[in-house]
């Protein structure tokens, strides 16, 4: 069997190599392979020495780890096994006992009865034997003549002899008694040194004593008053007699009546701490249970039917245990969403029942599983509790950007951002975004349950919920969002302050990037390992953590700058259709604009056209406005002017009906309307470069619409390339009109930062812009 085994083992082994290494070998060719670990003669040191001769240290070190790896996966996943059956195996364990009692049993009672029928045997032939009244009276008389022979004194004194000891409470001499009963009654039976019935009246009387003495050590291991040792005692001396199952029940029985006696006096009531309640309750089961785990270990050791059923007793009595805890201190507590109360009770029950570890009991994944409801509860309720308070705010915030206020937390500890953080006053919020901020850290004050309990994920996600309502309030505020909400029937919308001027529009980007790029992950940094005990204080293990950062909390901070450009996005569109559009529905930007000027402009002074001047004049307010709110934060203020301008610039590209005037309108675009077309793009590209918020893609769809518009020129039958003016009159006439509305010097042609990210990208010259169009 053992060969087999083996067999099966290397098999197996070898298997599972070949499907982890894929389909590289299969049919004849891995079967070979597969005999060679199979023979008999395999020898596995001599196999892995002739392999890793090849190798070097560092393949070495790589492999040794590799299956140090595999040997934590394997006692993990054999740990969940034993766990998953352990009620099947404590359950086979217990029958198998009662079976062993029963065969005990049933072997003794054969003995009995082979006893008497020897006895019985024995009599008949002595009676068939004696047929003579003389060998009779021969007999009679030799019989009375012998006297009793000091065996037979000792087993007519024996009854007497033990009911003084169990009288005298002399256990431990009873006890000797019984040993010493049971070896002569052994040797009267082999050496037929007693009669049959001396024999049967010897053996009664042990097993009546025994059944005696069992029964007063019982009543005295159920009594509150016995002390540690005398049940120890009397435990131990119950084993000793045979009865193994029984003295362990009496064991664990007797702990489970002191503690539900000690807790007699403890009272909750709907004013009690639930910590202090939860600790006290603590320290009263899990002390029990340790009590019960040393008495257990030091009478029967480590038999693995009596340690099986010390888990279960202990698993039930953390079941009951977390059933109070839950009732009288976590029910109130997470239906208020009292997360940090909730965390402190989860936390005093953690503490103690860890003690139960050194003692070979791990019933902490117990009460985490049936402590999980509860603090879920009170997870969600908190959560909900920070978006009804914040939606609350966001009705009466003025949108006003301010140095967060001091305020004093739960703990204690001061809340603003600027004391203790590491941040400095610069980064300002208004009124909701500093209470959302504050609540959210206040949230993270204690994350040790949530990590233990695997809630870290479900934190995330709860809070970016959360976080994703605030930015939809946030885009409610901008005007014109709640009268289209309103219209829409059924709407259940908050109440949101309307945010009236640009300032007060770029406060919502203000709060909603400085939460998003910068406080929330650093509040949810708590909630990575890097922060907890034992991390900390091993240099190789942070290091190790820091390589590898949880990709969750990644993906978790990108959702949140996707949340945060849907309201960037919604503000670059308010503010591009107000460009685009008329209060009476009308556009500023029309195909007629360019194909009705020649003939009827004097183009003796050329400028960009007025909405394109407007765009430019907006986007150098909205610059100056965000210097002040995007303090260390430029780049949000340069991808919104460049979202911005690209919204704009992608409406007149994907304009269906603009195109279709310029291409096939009544009359064709002429080379003055081209002139100012292409004036105007240059224009774009002119302020867009000098602010450095000119993109690859914004530039490139300038470029496309450019080469379109010449497109439709080519019609007239004239080279747009050749009748269009040099690059430089274009740049002149850009530099003046900047100049003209913003009344700053005029700059020296391409005189920018080179290392900014936008610099790279200027404006083409006329002939790049041939160049692209024929291609």
């Given at each position: 069997m053992a060969s087999a085994k083996t067999s099966r083992s290397r098999g197996s082994m070898v298997s599972g190599k070949a499907v982890n290494g894929g389909a590289l070998e299969n049919g004849p060719q891995l079967e070979e392979k597969l005999n060679f670990f199979m023979i008999d003669s395999f020898d596995a040191d001599v196999y892995v020495q002739s392999k890793c001769h090849s190798l070097n240290e560092k393949e070495i070190r790589q492999l040794c780890s590799s299956l140090l790896d595999l040997k934590k996966a394997s006692a993990e996943e054999m740990r969940r096994s034993v766990y998953a059956n352990y009620t099947a195996f404590i359950r086979t364990s217990k029958e198998i006992s009662d079976l062993e009692g029963e065969l005990l049993s049933i072997r003794n009672l054969l003995s009995t009865q082979a006893a008497l029928i020897h006895g019985l045997a024995e009599g008949v032939n002595i009676n068939s034997l004696s047929t003579t009244e003389g060998s009779k009276a021969r007999g009679v008389s030799s019989y009375e003549d012998n006297e009793p022979s000091d065996i037979d004194k000792w087993s007519a004194?024996?009854?007497?002899?033990?009911?003084?000891?169990?009288?005298?409470?002399?256990?431990?001499?009873?006890?000797?008694?019984?040993?010493?009963?049971?070896?002569?009654?052994?040797?009267?039976?082999?050496?037929?040194?007693?009669?049959?019935?001396?024999?049967?009246s010897l053996q009664t009387a042990i097993t009546e004593r025994k059944q005696k003495l069992a029964d007063q050590l019982s009543e005295a291991a159920c009594q509150p008053s016995t002390r540690s040792g005398e049940l120890r005692a009397a435990v131990s001396a119950l084993k000793r007699l045979g009865d193994g199952p029984r003295a362990h029940s009496l064991l664990l029985n007797a702990?489970?009546?002191r503690f539900q006696y000690n807790m007699l006096s403890l009272r909750p009531s709907s004013t009690s701490y639930g910590g202090a309640y939860t600790a006290a309750l603590s320290q009263l089961v899990f002390s029990a249970i340790a009590?019960?785990?040393s008495d257990s270990l030091a009478v029967f050791g480590k038999e693995p039917v009596y340690a099986s059923e010390l888990v279960m007793w202990a698993t039930k009595q953390t079941e009951a245990f977390a059933f109070l805890v839950k009732r009288h201190a976590l029910a109130s507590s997470a239906a208020a969403g009292g997360l940090r109360a909730a965390a402190e009770?989860?936390?005093?029950?953690?503490?103690?029942?860890?003690?139960?570890?050194?003692?070979?009991?791990?019933?902490?994944?117990?009460?985490?599983?049936?402590?999980?409801?509860?603090?879920?509860?009170?997870?969600?309720?908190?959560l909900k509790r920070i978006e009804e308070s914040t939606a609350a705010?966001?009705?009466?915030?003025?949108?006003?950007?301010?140095?967060?206020?001091?305020?004093?937390?739960?703990?204690?500890?001061?809340?603003?951002?600027?004391?203790?953080?590491g941040m400095s006053s610069q980064h300002k919020l208004s009124s909701s975004a500093h209470r959302f901020n504050s609540m959210v850290q206040d949230f993270f004050e204690d994350v040790g349950p949530l990590l233990s309990m695997q809630l870290g994920g479900q934190t995330l996600e709860g809070l970016?919920?959360?976080?994703?309502?605030?930015?939809?309030?946030?885009?409610?505020?901008?005007?014109?969002?709640?009268?289209?909400?309103?219209n829409m029937e059924g709407s259940t919308n908050k109440i949101v302050r309307i945010a009236e001027t640009e300032a007060q529009q770029i406060?919502?980007?203000?709060?909603?990037s400085l939460l998003a790029d910068e406080l929330l992950p650093r509040a949810a940094m708590k909630l990575s390992p890097l922060n907890q005990a034992g991390v900390k204080d091993d240099p190789r293990k942070r290091a190790s953590e820091r390589q590898n950062r949880h990709p969750e909390q990644r993906e978790w901070k990108r959702r949140l700058q996707r949340s945060v450009d849907s309201l960037r996005d919604s503000f670059c569109r308010l503010h591009a259709l107000d460009l685009i559009f008329t209060e009476d529905g009308d556009t500023h930007l029309r195909a007629d604009m360019y194909i009705n000027m020649d003939g009827n402009v004097d183009p003796s002074e050329w400028f960009p056209s007025p909405i394109f001047q407007e765009l430019f004049s907006k986007l150098n307010i909205m610059a100056s406005i965000a210097v002040d709110m995007f303090v260390g934060r430029e780049r949000f203020a340069t991808l919104l002017l460049m979202r911005l301008t690209e919204t704009v610039i992608l409406w007149l590209s994907d304009e269906q009906s603009f195109?279709?005037?310029i291409e096939e309108g009544p009359r064709p675009l002429g080379l003055l309307g081209l002139q100012q077309f292409y004036l105007d793009m240059k224009f774009v590209i002119y302020f867009s470069s000098q602010g450095r918020y000119l993109s690859r893609h914004l530039n490139q769809v300038i470029n496309d619409i450019i080469s379109r518009a010449m497109s439709a020129f080519n019609i007239t039958g004239m080279d747009p390339y050749s009748e269009l003016p040099e690059d430089d009159w274009f740049i002149d006439i850009c530099q003046e009109t900047v100049e003209r509305l913003t009344g700053k010097a005029k700059t020296i042609n391409g005189d920018r930062d080179l290392n900014s990210p936008t610099a790279s990208v200027s404006a083409h010259s006329v002939s790049s812009i041939r160049s692209h169009g024929s291609s």
């Open positions: 004194e024996f009854p007497d002899l033990v009911d003084v000891l169990l009288a005298e409470r002399r256990v431990d001499e009873a006890l000797d008694a019984f040993d010493e009963g049971e070896r002569v009654a052994a040797e009267a039976k082999e050496k037929k040194t007693l009669s049959p019935a001396v024999l049967k702990h489970y009546q009590q019960a785990a009770c989860v936390q005093i029950a953690l503490g103690h029942c860890s003690l139960l570890e050194a003692r070979g009991l791990a019933i902490c994944p117990v009460l985490l599983k049936l402590f999980r409801p509860s603090v879920e509860q009170a997870l969600v309720a908190n705010l966001a009705a009466a915030d003025d949108w006003i950007l301010s140095n967060p206020p001091t305020v004093t937390r739960h703990s204690g500890r001061s809340s603003a951002m600027s004391v203790g953080s970016f919920q959360v976080f994703n309502s605030y930015i939809n309030m946030l885009i409610k505020a901008l005007p014109g969002s709640m009268e289209e909400e309103g406060a919502l980007l203000a709060n909603a195109w279709d005037d």
